[in-house]
C-alpha cells in the first residue's frame, strides 16, 4: 500500500474543501484535537462560504466517528440484507473480489461485471481515476450515471455546449430573478445572502414551484405549476416574446440557429392552453411573460426540480433558450444560471484507457438489469459512491435484485448504508476529511484541492487506492498506473495547465479560464462547433423520441391520481448524513386533498401505487399544491415504517432527453391508515 504522509495529533485548525454534491463546495475550516476532528465550521478566505456551512456539514464528524462508519473489511455471514459481516483482512478480502471478478468474466465475459456508482464525494480523484482502468480492462458492463442532471444537460449541452453560467455574485446586477424549479433555501444556501442583495436593490423575485417553499412566500410571484407542465409555461412565454416584438430578432440572427422551428412549436401554446395543462392562471402566466419580457438584466436560475420527469429535457431546454429568444444575454446578471461544473474545461484526459463497447445500463433501470437482464445476467455488482437501495427508482426491483442469492455484491462505503446491508463483501472509504480530492463547485465557479487533516479512520482506504490494488490483483495493471491516490492525485495535477495546478499545490484556488464571473456572450459563448445557441439542435430533434419542445400528458390515472414529488432536503445530501437521527418524516399534502380522504395532520398514511406503498405520517399544509403531495428525497429504508421510501413509488421510466429519471412522475392514492 502506497504510504500517506502522517497528521500531526496536535491542536489545530486546518482548511479542507467540501465535496459533497452541493453546488457551494464550501471552504471548511476544521479543528482537529489530538488526531480527532471536533468541529467543522465554515473558512472566511473563500467569498462564497464566508464564514458559515450549513448544518449538515457541520455535524460530518458524527457520521467520521458514528456507529454506522465502517472500520474494517468484512464479508457476509448472514441472509442478505440482514446486515450480519464478519471481519476480514484487506488482503483477504480484495483477494477474494478479484478471483470473483476474474472468474465471472472467464465464464461469461466482463459484461457480467456491473460498476455502480454516481457521485459520492464527488470530487475528481474519487470516480474515474484508477477504477475506471479496473472496469475498462475488465470489459465490464458500462453504467449511464444518469440519476441526476442528464436531462438538464442534455438540453444544456445541446443548445450552448455547457457554457459558464450566471455566477452567485453577480445576482445583485439582476433586475429580475427567477427561481424556476430550484430550492436554494435548501439546495445551495450560499445563494441566499446573493439574492437578499438584489432584493435590497430592488430585483423583482419569481419563484415557479409546486411547492409555497419560504422563498416562494418571498416573491414578487409564485407561480406553482402541476409537476412536468414547465414546458407548457416556458413556451407559452416563448410564444409571447416571439408575437408581442419582445424577441431579440438581430441577436437570434446572428447567434443562434434553430429559432423559427423553436418558434413554430410555441405558436401553439396560448395563455390558455398552457393555463388548461399547468393548471395556472392564464393571466398570471402573461403577467410573468410580460415581466419577463420587459426585464433587464433577467435571470433564469434554472433547477434539477424540473428535470424529474417524462419532460424534464424539453423543460430545461424550453428554459434555458428564454434569454436567447428574449435578448437577455450580453449583460451582468443577465441569461440564466445552471450547472457550471464544465466551465473549468477539464476533459478527464487521465482516463487513458478506451471505454469498452460493452452492455450500457442506464442506472436508472438497476433493478431491471439486475432482474431482467438485456443480454449476459449480471453476476457482480461494485457498488461504490453511492446508495442504489435507497436512491434509484423502482425500489422493490432494485431490493430484488440486491437480493439475488447468486449475485455478488461488493459494497464499498464510508458507513452501513441500507445498500451495504446486501453486500457480500464491505469494504471501509475514508471520507474526505481522511483524504486527497480535487472538488469543483457547480454554483460558484471555483476549483480546491482537499488534503487529509486527519489519519483514516479505522481501516478505511480512498478508492484510488483499493481500486489500483485490484487492477494488479486481477492481473490488469500497467507499468505506468498510479500506485494510489497520492500518486493519481500528481497525476491529475500534472494533465491540468501548469498555473492552475501550481495554485492548488500551494493550497490557493486558480483562476477559471474565464474569470470567475463570467458574462455569457461577453466572456463566454455557446462551446457549440459554430459557437452558436442551437434553438433547436437538428441532431438532438431527431433523437428524442418525440421530438424537442414535445410535451407529454400526466400519467396520473383515476386510481392514483396524486403527484408525489421528493425535493431535496436541509437533514441530508441525497442519502448522505440520513444515518443520523431526524424526526419521523411526513408526507406533504394539501389540505382539499387531505380533507377529501379524511387525513388529518399528523395521521398515519399509506401511499401507494401499482409498484408499492409506504406509511407515514401525513402533514397538512397548503405549502404543497392541490393534487401534489411532497415527501424528501434521501431518506433511508431503515428510518421508515416499513422500509419503503418514496423510490418505491417510483416508475424507472426515462426522461425525454438523456435518459433521467422520472422522480416525480411517482402518481399515487394517499389513504389514512390510523389517527
Ligand atoms: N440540503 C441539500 N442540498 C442539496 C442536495 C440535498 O440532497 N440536500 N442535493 C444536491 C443535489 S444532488 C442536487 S441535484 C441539487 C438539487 O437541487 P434543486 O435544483 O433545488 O432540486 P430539487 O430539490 O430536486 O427541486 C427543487 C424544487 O423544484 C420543485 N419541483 C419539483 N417538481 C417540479 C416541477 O415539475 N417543476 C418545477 N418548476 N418545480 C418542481 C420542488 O418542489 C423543489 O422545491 O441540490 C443539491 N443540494
Ligand atoms: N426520490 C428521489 N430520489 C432521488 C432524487 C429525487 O429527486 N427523488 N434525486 C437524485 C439525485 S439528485 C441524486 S444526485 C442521486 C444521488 O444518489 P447517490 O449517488 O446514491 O447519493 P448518496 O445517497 O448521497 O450516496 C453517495 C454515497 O457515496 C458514499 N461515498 C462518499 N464518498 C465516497 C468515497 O470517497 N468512496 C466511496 N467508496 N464511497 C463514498 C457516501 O457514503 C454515500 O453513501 O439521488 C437521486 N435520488
Ligand atoms: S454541503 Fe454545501 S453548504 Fe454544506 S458545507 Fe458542503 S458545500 Fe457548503
Ligand atoms: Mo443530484
Known sequence: MPVRPGIAPTSSTVEAACPLDCPDACTLSVTVRGGRVTEIDGARGNEITNGYICA???????????????????????????????????????????????????????????????????????????????????????????????????????????????????????RLIVLWGVNPGVSGIHLMPYLKEARAKGATLVVIDPRTTPLARQADLHLAPRPGTDVALALAVHRHLFESGGADLAFLAEHTTGWERLRERASAWTPARAAEVTGLDAGVITRFAELYAESRPALINCGWGLERNRNGGNAALAVLTLPAVGGKFGVRGGGYAMSNTASWGIEKTWMRDQEPASRLVNMNQTGRALTEPDGVPIDVLFVYNCNPAVTLPDQARVIKGLEREDLFTVVFEQVMTDTALYADVVLPATTFLEGYDLVRGYGPITLQLGRPVIDQVGEARPNADVFAELTRLTGLAHDEDPQGELDAMIGILGELPAQMAEDLRAGQMPAPPNGSR????????????????????????????????????????????????????????????????????RLEIHPEDAASRGVHDGDTVRVFNALGEMVCPAHVTDHVRPGTVSYPKGVWRRAVTRGWTSNALVPDTLTDLGGGACFNDARVQVARVSR
Open 518 to 585: 463570467p458574462v455569457q456572450f461577453v466572456d463566454v459563448f455557446p462551446r457549440t462547433p459554430d459557437r452558436k445557441a442551437h434553438l433547436c439542435d437538428e441532431a438532438l430533434d431527431r433523437e428524442a423520441p418525440l421530438g424537442l419542445y414535445a410535451f407529454q400528458p400526466d400519467p396520473a390515472t383515476e386510481a392514483h391520481p396524486l403527484a408525489l414529488i421528493s425535493p431535496a432536503s436541509d437533514r441530508t445530501i441525497n442519502s448522505t448524513l440520513g444515518e443520523l437521527p431526524r424526526p419521523a418524516v
Open 56 to 174: 449538515k456539514v457541520r455535524k460530518f464528524h458524527q457520521r467520521v466517528y458514528g456507529d454506522d462508519r465502517l472500520l474494517y473489511p468484512a464479508v457476509r455471514r448472514g441472509a442478505k440484507g440482514a446486515g450480519k459481516f464478519e471481519r476480514t483482512s484487506w488482503d483477504e478480502a480484495l483477494s477474494l473480489i478479484a478471483a470473483k471478478l476474474n472468474e465471472s468474466r472467464a465464464r461469461t465475459g466482463g459484461a457480467s461485471i456491473l460498476p455502480l456508482s454516481y457521485g459520492g464525494s464527488n470530487g475528481l480523484l474519487t470516480q474515474d481515476t484508477t477504477d475506471a482502468a479496473l472496469f475498462r480492462r475488465l470489459g465490464a458492463s458500462r453504467l449511464a450515471r444518469t440519476v441526476c442532471a442528464a436531462p438538464t444537460g442534455a438540453a444544456n449541452q445541446a443548445a450552448y455546449g455547457k457554457m459558464a453560467s450566471v455566477t452567485y455574485q453577480d445576482y445583485p446586477d439582476a
